[in-house]
């Protein structure tokens, strides 16, 4: 970008950010450039030093830059790799529901702090394949192709589409989940640990000083392996983190109603038992809420009194009804996206551990 002067009314210490991180995504500078010194840039922006200080050192925190006295001011991250590589990055998000919006924002306000812009699609086409596989060829053009690709990884996604085409596509980061059965080499990913989600679950249970408790789940249909299931990914760490506390812990109820048990029935039957248990684990907070609540209630049992409740995704139905519930961190998931597309980190593969939020426990 060549400017004989700033003179639009926006800050001008951003407005020095913005034109050498221009320069740095068109390649204009790459990795290992000296910039001329401040007093140099200040006297072609016309404005002071100060200023031009301010924006090269808001560059510094992105990571682009580094500044040392003698040395000067170097990049030393480059953005892009192309310069037919355009600022929009297409976003495949398929979850619906408040917490995957929260992320789908928040991953929005991290690519626009580094000038980088979502292109999302909305419901009419991701649940249309063809329609799918069209808009990642449109996100494919050589004249303007897109800067990278954040993928909601779950069994939506037409990852056939991607791995038959994977020469044209660069920058992928699957987020949130990956329920698919090999993971692709050349892209990268940022994952909630459900393993330590369901550890974090038993533990908490443990330390209220339960001994029987249960996980309950919904029905899979499409079940495949471990790999296609969250439910099952955190009940096995669930059951695991149970056997090594020598705490008798069941699964027959899970499998039965992950395929396809009637859950009213199997479940009123389990807590008429003698040995009913007192602490339940299931996915998700809305399953809890319109599902097992009415069903705990039915049968003259008090939740969060008689009957300790853990859910997931952390809702407002899980505050509202008093339950505790796992937060997957949607900041710290979009954060790490962000930092994966565009080499802030060296890293391929980062596991965001979840968090319990407490409530309502006796």
């Known amino acids: 970008m060549d400017v004989s002067g700033i003179i639009n009314s926006r800050p001008k210490h951003t407005q020095v950010a913005d034109i050498i991180r221009s320069m740095i995504l068109s390649g204009d500078l790459v990795k290992g450039s000296r910039l001329q010194t401040d007093d140099e840039l200040a006297q ?104 990278g690709f954040i993928i909601d990884g779950g069994r939506e996604f037409p990852l056939d589409y991607l791995i038959s085409n994977h020469k044209s596509f660069e920058n ?53 392996g471990e790999w296609s299931s969250i439910q099952v990914q955190i009940m096995n760490a669930f059951a695991q983190e149970c056997r090594e506390n020598n705490i008798k812990f069941s699964d027959e109820i899970f499998w039965s109603l992950l395929h396809g048990a009637p859950l009213d029935s199997t479940v009123a039957s389990l807590l008429k038992k003698k040995d009913r248990p007192t602490a339940i684990f299931a996915y998700n907070d809305s399953f809890i809420r319109f599902n097992l609540i009415p069903i705990i209630e039915a049968n003259r049992l008090k939740p969060m009194k008689d009957i300790d409740l ?53």
Not at 186 to 206: C, N, P, Q, W
Not at 336 to 342: E, H, I
Request: charge should be positive; include cysteine.
């Open 310 to 362: 853990i859910g997931f995704y952390n809702t407002p139905q899980s505050e509202e009804f008093g339950f505790s519930s796992i937060c997957i961190r949607e900041e710290k998931i979009a954060e790490a996206a962000v930092k994966l597309l565009t080499g802030e980190t060296e890293e391929t593969e980062i596991l965001v551990k979840p968090e319990l939020v407490i409530r309502g426990t006796k």
């Open 44 to 147: 072609k922006y016309k404005i002071n030093r100060h200023t031009v200080a301010a924006g090269l050192n808001s560059l510094v925190e992105e990571g682009l830059l580094e500044r040392a006295p003698r040395r000067g001011t170097i990049v030393i991250k480059e953005i892009v790799k192309d310069k037919n590589v355009s600022n929009a990055v297409a976003m495949l998000m398929f979850s619906k529901g408040d917490v995957y919006s929260n992320i789908s924002r928040k991953i929005s306000k991290c690519l626009g702090a580094r000038k980088l812009y979502p292109v999302l699609i909305n419901d009419n086409v991701i649940s249309d394949e063809h329609c799918v596989k069209k808009y990642l060829d449109v996100m494919l053009d050589e004249e303007h192709q897109s800067y």
């Open 172 to 224: 992928i980061v699957f987020i949130t989940k990956y329920n698919h059965h090999e993971k692709i080499k050349s892209a990268k990913y940022a994952l909630v640990d459900f393993t330590e989600a369901g550890r974090i679950a038993a533990r908490h249970f443990i330390s209220l000083g339960h001994k029987k408790m249960t996980c309950l789940a919904m029905p899979e249909p499409h079940y495949q």
